[in-house]
């Protein structure tokens, strides 16, 4: 157990759908991630969030929407994706956004758009 | 920005040898290189990391090389377990506090 939870585990959505993705930290960490993995393009970094501000959008399309309403918590909104988004996203954290610190990464949310 | 390549991309190794896995970055400035350990159906983990003061580290059966100059820098892993069969992935610092991880290395060690 890392300290950072991922909910759900598994999900299988229509293109159509909106869904969400969880993320809770239990690290007292100030700094939350979301990268994408797939077999193209592994360990993708799509947003950073520093003490709840948004710092960076890895040119990510809209239909991927984040939130983070507190240092603990980070969300992934999800509203019609496309096949080719179906892939393993993976929440982390870290003490602050700072290149030095270790990355801790959740177990991942395993997405497949239908 | 920074652009890391990692090589090779597929490993396999019988138990008991050695593997070593190369990375090169393309930005002079970078200074601090971690190693990733993703294990099949596991999280990304960090099992070594190496700081640019420094040309070599080591930790048990693992160590990490870097030569500033040459930019590249890489992993060593001796006496190779079953165990050690997983993806590795090598970072480096892609500019303002984020890392850009490398393609991933899949090794695989054979009794």
């Known amino acids: 157990e890392t300290g950072v939870t991922q909910t759900p585990r598994h999900l299988v959505m229509g293109m159509t759908n909106k869904k969400s993705l969880k993320c809770e930290q239990h690290l007292g960490h100030n700094a939350m991630y979301w990268y994408k993995q797939s077999a193209k393009k592994p360990l993708e970094l799509m947003f950073v969030y520093n003490f709840k501000e948004q710092t960076e959008n890895n040119s990510v399309p809209s239909r991927f929407s984040p939130e983070c309403p507190n240092s603990s918590h980070l969300f992934l909104h999800l509203h019609t994706l496309q096949p080719e988004d179906s892939a393993l996203y993976l929440c982390a954290s870290s003490p602050t956004q700072d290149e030095r610190n270790t990355i801790y990464f959740g177990e991942g949310s395993w997405l497949t758009v239908v | 920005g920074e652009n890391v390549e990692q090589h090779p991309s597929t490993l396999s190794v019988q138990e008991g040898d050695s593997a070593v896995i190369k990375c090169t970055y393309s930005d002079s400035a970078s200074n601090y290189f971690p190693w990733y350990k993703q294990e099949l159906g596991k999280r990304p983990q960090l099992i070594i990391d190496?700081?640019?003061?420094?040309g070599e580290k080591k930790d048990q059966r693992i160590a990490v090389t870097l030569n500033k100059t040459a930019k590249h820098f890489s992993l060593h892993i001796t006496e190779t377990q079953p165990e050690d069969s997983a993806v590795y992935f090598c970072?480096?610092?892609?500019?303002?506090?984020?890392?850009?991880f490398g393609a991933g290395t899949r090794l695989a060690v054979h009794p």
């Open positions: 970072a480096a610092p892609g500019g303002y506090n984020k890392l850009i």
């Open positions: 190496i700081r640019s003061n420094v």
